[in-house]
């Protein structure tokens, strides 16, 4: 077991399984990406950069994709809770998956222009 899948445990059964999707979601929208836990929290790179973290609270999730990760989003995203970098989506919600593996894309693609890919 890593790290990621021990962060997950704390959680109850069904924060339990989003977190697992995320995790699926980040892996096959970044296969390169480097995986591990910053922050206290699941985190990615590409190309030596951040690319995503997320994380689970009592009442929603965490993405943290940075500010560039949500611009591109932000008529998606108004209808949610956000600060620079961050936004919540509440776990009595239905979790926008479609919306973050746009985003996770999104990020992939600034990280391999950042690095001259």
Do not use: C, W
């Not at 689970?56 to 998606?76: D, M, Q, R, S, V």
């Amino acid at each position: 077991m890593d790290a990621i899948e021990e962060y997950g445990l704390a959680f109850p059964p069904k924060v339990q399984t989003i977190l697992k999707k995320l995790r699926r979601i980040i892996k096959k929208s970044a296969p390169d990406a480097v995986e591990g836990m910053s922050y206290g929290m699941p985190g990615y790179k590409t190309n030596g950069k951040p690319l995503i973290y997320f994380a689970a609270y009592k009442n929603h999730i965490g993405l943290y994709a940075t500010p560039k990760g949500h611009e591109a989003f932000a008529k998606e995203l108004a209808r949610y809770k956000q600060g620079k970098g961050s936004v919540q989506f509440p776990l009595d919600e239905p979790m926008p998956y479609d919306l973050i593996e746009r985003i996770v894309a999104l990020r992939v693609k600034q990280n391999a222009e950042k690095a001259g890919k």
